[in-house]
């Protein structure tokens, strides 16, 4: 690990993770699509944020609940200054790029900062609105990098899917990791910490209980 | 499934499920055997529960820890009339029986209540102070008649291993399930839920923080 991608040792900017998980582990269920871009089943990860205000709003819609739940998403919005995400996340499908794929948000996409994908083929940045996608072709630790330029003091979120996230997880590159917990099993899927071991050590910070979802926050332990 | 093992069909005597389970969904690390009955790593899901004086107490230790486990460890010993195990937890290793091994727990078990031990191969009952071991070769429904009976108006406790939790609660035959995350990866292992999918629906019944664990408590939605 280089100084310039250690975690946390950038003064106060981190990199962190936001994610919900299946009582049985799973980010996103079987069979993943574009018809089901989280798999057969793994919309329902999101019932208990989509029905918030503090959700909601941020993405441009009336009303919403508020919540135990309420003050999490606001957490996991903050101080975020830059996301990576993979190329499931993104979509599109594999293979060299198209120009036609401008990921699953429309024109106004919901991340109002600078978003890195991570992929194995070349493209040019993607303008939509204040979100420019740049696509990152070297790897996981460019990627940092790059977000972390961009975000400036402000932290970075590793966004998604699992296979990112574990990858973050496993260079020893993530700080804090929050895990909402939903009643529901997926039964297979995309699993959070799968490759993972006792190497990755982790810290429980709190736990906030919600309507619909367990919040689990942890610290790496380094 | 017939009216005598309806879970909570009879009065209010329920099936639980009381377990310590990794961040990664582990109830036993991997390579698990005689030195190391819940695998390797696989101790440190208890560090939190034989710190409590609510659970050294009934062990006959003294000393011991009151926080916000307390309550839970109480309520999950409370009420409990027998207990069904699989035989890794009895221990003892496969195939026919010697009379030679009398269980991990010594002459005074911890359970003061009768237990039901599943297994291929028959043996005699063992009594060992006031807890009573009865090997069960029918399988998991004429398991938990016979324990339903022992019960009477109390609960019954299937204590593990992961295979007959998984068992029973695929069988519909669970009521409720308390899950004690802990903040630790094992890595491989003996995993909560293998095998399951979303025909079991869950209900959050409540989420409580303690130290080194978040206790989650679950229904079965029938």
């Known amino acids: 690990m280089t100084f310039a991608t250690g975690g946390g040792l950038q003064g106060m900017s981190e990199v962190r993770v936001h994610i919900s998980v299946s009582a049985d582990g799973y980010v996103a269920g079987p069979d993943q699509s574009l018809e089901n871009p989280l798999g057969v089943g793994g919309e329902s990860l999101h ?71 991570l992929t194995h083929h070349e493209r040019e940045p993607l303008t939509l609105s204040d979100t420019t996608f740049t696509f990152v072709t ?29 990858q973050y997880l496993a260079a020893g590159l993530v700080d804090e990791l929050e895990v909402n917990v939903v009643p529901l099993l997926l039964g297979d899927g995309a699993r959070l910490f799968d490759g993972l071991g006792p190497d990755l050590q982790l810290e429980q910070v709190r736990a906030i209980e919600a309507p619909g979802v367990t919040h689990l926050k942890y610290r790496v332990v380094r």
Request: aromatic content about 8%.
């Open 47 to 117: 019932d208990w944020l989509v029905a918030l205000r503090a959700w909601r709003e941020p993405h441009g819609l009336e009303g919403g609940e508020v919540n135990a739940s309420s003050q999490v998403v606001e957490e996991s919005l903050a101080n975020v200054g830059a996301e990576i995400m993979g190329r499931g996340k993104f979509g599109g499908g594999p293979g060299p790029w198209g120009d036609e794929w401008q990921g699953w948000w429309g024109d106004e996409p919901p991340f109002h900062m600078p978003v890195f994908v």
């Open 138 to 166: 070297d790897g996981i630790e460019a990627a940092l990098d790059r977000a972390r330029d961009a975000a400036g003091a402000k932290d970075v979120l590793v966004g998604g899917g699992a296979g990112v996230i574990n």
